[in-house]
């Protein structure tokens, strides 16, 4: 049974260019969060969605980002226009899903795409 | 809001044990463990729930108590795999909101 999977691991970017970095949960869970990580940081909630849905994204930057998760196909996190400040690590994480809006299954989580901007 | 975790950095022998708290000052529903090691992802250690109820993988143990929004992980007779950085989540509104971490360096 694959874990959650994200790719590229490794991500350079200049300036100005695009980045996508992509998920594909673990089988059978159709709950997908992205989280960033700042070096030397915690882990920051960024968005939440379900097939086709996005349910809270009250953790994305107004502008540049944006999250999908198709009916088919991985989750994508865009990031248009990237600065020196987006450089991070990128997890993406999977559940089930949730019981309801307090109590949660367990989220796992795929290793993560590391961003540099140049 | 995001949790608060203390201490942010502790050292110890093998061997030895220790406790990491994690306190919030919303109301906590269910406290979720996680360990990260350099580089690499969050692994799942532990989830607590309201009422008691645990679900955990590793000889790691955790309390939560409810009235006091705090849970706290224990580390018994720890080995050299124990370091890492340890995070507590607490779950609201769909979301996990994480605690800044803390630095566990088990030595020989």
């Known amino acids: 049974n694959a874990g959650v999977m994200q790719n590229p691991r490794h991500l350079v970017r200049r300036r100005g260019q695009e980045a996508r970095l992509r998920c594909s949960p673990m089988k059978g869970h159709s709950h997908v969060y992205w989280y960033r990580q700042l070096p030397e940081e915690g882990l920051k909630f960024m968005v939440y969605?379900?097939?086709?849905?996005?349910?809270?994204e009250s953790g994305m930057p107004k502008e540049r980002f944006s999250a999908e998760f198709p009916k088919e196909g991985p989750s994508i996190l865009r990031i248009q226009q990237v600065v020196r400040g987006d450089s991070a690590a990128y997890f993406c994480a999977s559940s089930p899903q949730p019981i309801d809006r307090v109590q949660a299954d367990t989220q796992y989580f795929g290793p993560g795409t590391r961003l540099t901007v140049l | 809001q995001q949790p608060v975790q203390s201490p942010q950095a502790v050292i110890l022998r093998e061997g030895e044990d220790a406790v990491i708290n994690c306190s919030s000052s919303?109301?906590?529903?269910?406290v979720h463990w996680y360990r990260q090691k350099h580089g690499e992802a969050p692994v799942f250690l532990m989830i607590l729930l309201k009422g008691g109820e645990q679900k955990g993988h590793e000889k790691i143990s955790a309390s939560f108590n409810e009235k006091k929004q705090q849970s706290s992980l224990y580390l018994t007779a720890s080995q050299l795999s124990y370091s890492g950085t340890y995070f507590c989540?607490?779950?609201?509104?769909?979301?996990?909101?994480f605690g800044a971490g803390t630095t566990v360096t088990v030595r020989a």
């Open positions: 919303k109301a906590l529903y269910s």
């Open positions: 969605l379900q097939k086709e849905n996005i349910i809270d």
């Open positions: 989540g607490s779950f609201s509104d769909y979301k996990l909101s």
